[in-house]
């Protein structure tokens, strides 16, 4: 499922979502746009007589429409036309961004922000560059005759499937009326949800109500950003050591992935035959759902107003204190530690 990012990233994607850098090779013999061996030289080869600036980024789950603007500054151009030759790698339940792009195996990567958080706070210099949803698709998803209509519903009697770790279940349990002993660890397979009706489980809203209901399943959802507990979805970020030695690259990923999420909006089934020739099992119908819900996701609350990707330093300060609060970081860290609107504001 398009459900990578729900965790701590030493905790969560050892559970769930995406950490091990040995699956890297793996992953790139999947749907991507990257390839290897003879071709890798050939392309590096290439890169280097054109004068294009080599650069990697790596997703956060496999080839999905969820990751749209990066796709479709690929597939038109636009990271070229900034004079980047990009590869575009994509993550998985065995691979973690953070670590290959602070390992230096690849210049951007993608996670949830508080994700980027932990990392930070475990020494990993990291900042964040773009935040491709302003409103986070994770929520927690349960059958549509239930009687829920609040968190606190959620505490009469139900199983919660979600990801060991995760900060926004730690922030459930802490701010409703939800037990710990609630919780049931999430392994991505839905049958057990489906047979019971006394289950809820973590989710995409892009994703997993669509796939059910193709299988006879009506869901409901209450998003995990209406809770209190925010994080941008899907941030891009870079070491700080990449930004502050190529700024001028910094600043050219930044002005084709915003230039691809733009495009994307204007024209959104443009891209979709590309992300099908990645990933042949995606269908139009499920990007064209998914889409829909992305609408307010991506392109509402701060980016009505300022565009896509923005970030505030209110955002990130809320977000720091509750992580904190909650004891999934040890130090209070600035948000201009963490992020920077530098290359927004300067995007062409």
Not at 93 to 121: C, E, N, R, T
Not at 279 to 287: F, G, I, N, R, V
Request: charged content about 25%; glycine content about 8%.
């Amino acid at each position: 499922m398009e459900n990578a990012a729900f965790l701590k990233w030493k905790t969560v994607r050892s559970a769930l979502a995406v950490l091990s850098l040995a699956a890297l090779t793996a992953c790139s013999g999947t749907a991507s746009d990257s390839s290897s061996g003879g071709e890798e030289k050939a392309e590096t080869a290439e890169a280097e007589s054109t004068g294009l600036f080599e650069m990697k980024q790596i997703t956060s789950w496999f080839p999905q429409v969820e990751n749209a603007g990066q796709y479709y500054a690929q597939m038109e151009g636009f990271y070229e036309d900034e004079g980047i030759d990009m590869t575009t790698e994509p993550g998985g339940p065995q691979v973690s961004s953070i670590s290959i792009v602070s390992s230096g195996q690849a210049q951007f990567g993608m996670a949830q922000a508080d994700q980027v958080l932990y990392a930070i706070d475990e020494g990993i210099p990291l900042v964040a560059v773009f935040a491709n949803f302003q409103k986070t698709p994770q929520g927690i998803m349960f059958h549509k005759d239930q009687p829920i209509k609040t968190f606190d519903d959620l505490g009469k009697g139900y199983e919660i499937y979600s990801a060991p770790g995760a900060g926004y279940w730690k922030y459930l349990v802490k701010e409703y009326d939800i037990e710990e002993s609630q919780a049931r660890s999430y392994t991505g397979d839905n049958t057990i949800f489906m047979s019971n009706k006394k289950a809820a489980s973590q989710m995409y809203v892009t994703s997993e109500p669509y796939y059910l209901k193709q299988e006879g399943v009506e869901t409901s959802h209450l998003l995990i950003a209406d809770s209190g507990y925010s994080p941008y979805g899907d941030v891009l970020f870079t070491t700080k050591e990449f930004m502050e030695e190529n700024p001028e690259m910094v600043q050219a990923f930044v002005n084709a992935t915003k230039k691809g999420w733009e495009a994307f909006h204007e024209e959104p089934e443009k891209v979709y035959d590309y992300i099908k020739e990645l990933d042949p099992e995606k269908t139009a119908e499920q990007m064209e759902y998914a889409t829909g819900e992305m609408e307010e996701l991506v392109y509402g609350g701060d980016a009505t107003e300022n565009g896509v990707g923005t970030m505030t330093e209110e955002r990130w300060q809320t977000l720091i204190d509750q992580v904190y609060d909650l004891g999934l970081i040890e130090k209070k860290m600035e948000p201009s530690e963490v992020y920077t609107t530098e290359f927004l504001e300067n995007a062409e």
